[in-house]
């Protein structure tokens, strides 16, 4: 399909269902990460943006059009959301493409899970109507109760730059739907796609202030929504220090926080595999997919001794086979990362554990083809031992290290071997051990002879030092809903009789 050329809109943040210029006026640089160019600018919003924007959401909960909205009302307006990003797909994926730098098609299937979430959303939304009130069934008959499940309220929503609209997505379509007002945050370094979100929200009606998009930088814009004594909730996808702050920072007002961190993810291979190449494959595909900034990258292979050599051989042609070019290129499977900051981390863990005595099997620099742009080879190190810093830290970029085993008790040991617990794969013939492994791996997510593939219905999200909360499927309107119990005295003519009473009156 042909690549649109394209012009990057020009927008000021998003605030009360309309552009607004920030009160300071400062707007940041958009760099395409492919050519180092700066092609654009965003607005920068700062705490007086952050008050701003925090007012009209909480205007929007107090006015019918969407306070008061039932969830059928909101699905329409999901629905009308996902019609739009439908429409504008290939324009979408190409901002996405010059903005982050991930592969065109790889944006435009992006593209397409925010049309699916928006939409599977909706009907989640629908469904709410009739769950909004259940009874609760009591001992006594004096009292009746039930629950409702009723909006949470206004909440900040936080979102990183490795899949910018879709991060984004899999806040603001369960907060619309749950009923929340939203303040929307993205990351300074992929912002475009969310403002066209901006746009689109604009086009379909949603009423003012249901949804706010403020860019700007994590601590002068993000820190404020953190902080806002009128935002109810946080919820947060970034690296593990960035969550630690938010969750400090949330604590002081004791305001909930859901976290999307990062991760150090393991893909056990098994001498048993189906297939070589496709193990092979799997193991390219958990770790170099989306220009390797993956928080749930499985970049720990953790290899049976048996078939290492063979395995090893076979995945380095898999890998000197990977087209690394421009990400709007036909083809391209590997683009560069978002930044020269990300770019100058990924080159700096490869030279440690070049220096802590690892081995670069492959990659390691720059590809020598290309002068310009943040790209790193697909880097595979082995001779890594469990004390160095490429075993225990997340990269963020195409680095994959490799460790082997003998025995299934030591696999187990070594894939649980980190702070983290996002993710956790294993290849194998053998399903009763896959069964074993999956007991046995400490992480929120279990990929069994596959790495990645990755869904809007079953739930999302780690444990350990990887956060907490899920998101996606049924489990992600749960962090946007208040659970509210109501207990009712049912025979309020007989007297409770717990104090004397006095002499009648
Ligand atoms: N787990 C994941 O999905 C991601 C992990 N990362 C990791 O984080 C590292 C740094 O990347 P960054 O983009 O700088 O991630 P980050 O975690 O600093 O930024 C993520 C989001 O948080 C915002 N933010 C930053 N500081 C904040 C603060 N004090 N209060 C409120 N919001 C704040 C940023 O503006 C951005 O919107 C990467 O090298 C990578 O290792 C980055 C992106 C996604
Ligand atoms: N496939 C989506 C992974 C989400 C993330 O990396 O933040
Ligand atoms: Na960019």
Redesign the pocket.
């Known amino acids: 399909m042909a690549i649109p050329n394209i012009r990057i809109p020009t927008r000021q943040l998003f605030i009360d269902g309309d552009w607004r210029e920030p009160v300071k006026k400062n707007r940041l640089p958009i760099i395409n990460p492919a050519t180092e160019e700066t092609i654009g600018d965003i607005p920068a919003a700062t705490a007086e943006d952050v008050d701003i924007a925090v007012k009209a959401a909480r205007r929007a909960l107090r006015r019918d059009d969407w306070g008061s909205t039932t969830g059928a009302q909101r699905a329409k307006y999901l629905r009308a959301i996902a019609a739009k990003v439908q429409e504008r797909r290939p324009e979408l994926a190409t901002l996405e493409t010059i903005d982050n730098g991930k592969p065109w098609f790889e944006a435009a299937s992006d593209i397409d899970d925010v049309v699916a979430c928006f939409e599977y959303y909706a009907d989640l939304a629908e469904a709410l109507d009739s769950k909004k009130k259940t009874e609760v069934k009591l001992h006594l008959d004096s009292f009746k109760s039930h629950v409702l499940r009723e909006p949470l309220g206004v909440v900040g929503l ?5 899949y910018p609209l879709l ?1 984004t997505t899999w806040k603001v379509a369960p907060a619309l739907a749950a009923g929340c007002a939203a303040v929307l ?5 992929a912002s475009i796609t969310s403002l066209e979100l901006g746009e689109i929200c604009r086009e379909v009606g949603l009423p003012p202030g249901a949804l706010n998009i403020l860019t ?4 002068e ?3 404020p ?2 902080s806002h004594p009128d935002v109810d909730k946080i919820a ?8 630690v ?2 969750m400090t ?1 949330a604590a002081q007002l004791v305001k909930p926080v859901t976290l ?4 150090k993810s393991p893909i056990v291979v098994f001498d048993d595999v189906h297939d070589l190449d496709i193990a092979a494959e799997w193991t390219l595909f958990g770790c170099f997919w989306t220009n390797g ?3 749930s990258a499985t970049s720990r292979l953790i290899l049976q001794d048996t078939i290492a050599p063979k395995f090893l051989d076979r995945l380095l042609e898999w890998t000197k086979n990977i087209k690394i070019s421009d990400p709007l290129e036909e083809d391209c499977k590997l683009g560069p990362v ?1 930044s020269r900051g ?1 770019y100058e ?1 990924v080159l700096k863990f490869i030279s440690t554990a070049k220096s802590e005595g690892a081995t670069i099997l492959y990659g390691g620099d720059r590809p020598q083809h290309l002068k310009k742009g943040y790209y790193v080879q697909p880097t595979i190190i082995t001779d890594v031992d469990k004390s160095m810093e490429i075993w225990k830290e ?3 970029g195409p680095v994959l290290c490799v460790k082997t085993f003998k025995t299934e008790e030591e696999a187990i040991e070594l894939a649980n071997d980190t702070k983290y617990g996002l993710a956790s794969a294993i290849m194998s013939k053998d399903l009763e051990r896959c069964e074993r492994f999956t007991k046995a791996f400490q992480s929120g997510i279990v990929w069994i002879n596959c790495s990645q593939p990755c869904f809007w219905q079953p739930p999302w999200g780690g444990k350990k030092r990887s956060g907490f909360g899920r998101e996606l499927g049924e489990w992600s309107l749960e962090n946007y809903l208040n659970i509210k119990q109501v207990t009712q005295y049912a025979t309020p003519d007989e007297p409770w009789a717990f104090y004397k009473s006095p002499s009648k009156l």
């Open positions: 936080i979102t990183p730059w490795n991060m945050k993205p990351s300074e370094l700007g930088l994590g601590h814009a993000g820190s929504l953190v947060f996808t970034g690296s593990g220090p960035t969550g702050k938010i920072a999307e961190l990062g991760g900034q993956i928080c978002i990300q981390k997340e990269v963020f």
